[in-house]
């Protein structure tokens, strides 16, 4: 009796060698959905150094402890058994990709079944995985995804996010679709506020969800306003700090010192001037976004002490994202 090749875990009913083994060996994705079942299969297979290979080094899971990181990986897949996989949706755009699948898996003879709503970003010429929203189950909710319009991100090191910003002239309809694009990305990475720099254009605009301002809690977003050439007509003394982080800087959080309260004046996308009074969160994101198109980053802003204990893993994280892939 001959021996039946192995099928790839990844479900699609091919054998091993036809399938993902070859991307595990080194063969590169053509597209977010081969690099989406190959990393499944890797996870299968226990082949923890192609998850990390394969996730973008800006990415929010990036871990800076290599040892700890793959120790991870190999516990998920130890204690998980891979009972398929199931592709929901598939967008992709030249740089970013949206897939959508369901992982049907079992811990402890628990059924932990998930369904996945990941994000792909092409770095370098190759797809990665940037990041990704789990939820319980078989969650169909996660499967209406229209077509991306996702931006690239510019990451820390990037020149134009140290460039001050050009006014806006003419609120002109390509504006008003880099404003859409720049909402769709603010949420897919869950962002609270995304200036145009951020996503390489160097125009006074930024997009921000606006929080109830009777309650300084995060967590209660509301809708987005726009911001087009906007200015800071008065700041309050008094200031407060609180934790902050940005898209263009993953994984790095520090108190900032801001203003409790500012008037500023702006432009909304229908070319009014609108004066307005802010405070709590609404200022603080305001002031981190305009910062933004000043050339201002918010680690600019911490203690001398913070920014001493960051600078290392801001190197680190400069070296993965413009030098190479691995420090
Ligand atoms: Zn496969
Ligand atoms: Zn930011």
New binding site residues.
Partial sequence: MGNSPKLCPCGSGLSYENCCQPFHEGTLASNALELMRSRYSAYALNLPNYIIQTTHPASPHYQIDRKKWLQQIAEFSLKSRFLGLEVLSFHETPAIAVVVFVVKLVQNKQDVTFTEKSYFEKFKGRWLYRSGHLEEGHAPNLMTVSQPRLLPLAYYGDPILRRKADPIVEISSDIRTLVSEMIETMDACD?V???AP?VHHSIRLFVVRKISDSSDDRGDLGVVEVFMNPVLLETKEKTWKAQ??????PGIHGDVERPEEIVVEYLNLEGQKIKKHLSGWNAKVFL??Y??INGV??IDLLSGEEKKALEPILQKMHYRIHDGTEL
């Fill in positions: 962002g506020g995304l200036a951020q902050e982080g940005c898209l263009s800087i981190h976004e910062d933004h980053l918010f």
